[in-house]
């Protein structure tokens, strides 16, 4: 995948970058994952701080249009954006991995 950046927008009120990409790829289009990772390496910047909006593919083409943000601070990023579905997900597994060892911290108490 080649990613280019097309144009960059600043917003200081919402401590953000607003970045729209270009993009020429192989194959199925690119997941989130991977455009927030070629962001963040384009622009020399930590990966938890880019955001992918949208990515628009053209019918027929190996090309698309990524808009993304990107916040000068993860503690922005909190306070403006939900969690994705992929965090969802990590989130969700660590708090049913930490009940677990809860429970068998417990049953452990409770034998000995």
């Known amino acids: 995948m080649k990613l280019t950046i097309a144009a960059k927008k600043e917003n200081p009120l919402l401590q953000r970058t607003e970045v729209q ?3 020429l790829f192989e194959g199925a289009t690119p997941k989130n994952i991977d455009v927030t990772a070629a962001i ?3 622009l020399s910047i930590d990966v938890p701080n880019v955001v992918v909006k949208k990515i628009t593919t053209t019918f027929g083409k190996q ?3 990524a808009e993304a ?3 000068q601070s993860l503690e922005a990023r909190k306070r403006f954006e939900e969690l994705t579905s992929q965090e ?3 989130f969700a597994e660590e708090k049913k991995k930490a009940a677990e060892a809860a429970v068998a911290a417990k049953t452990a108490k409770a034998e000995a």
Do not use: D, G
């Open 88 to 90: 969802r997900k990590v």
């Open 21 to 23: 990409a270009k993009m």
């Open 63 to 65: 090309e698309a249009l």
């Open 40 to 42: 963040a390496k384009a």
């Open 69 to 71: 943000v990107v916040y």
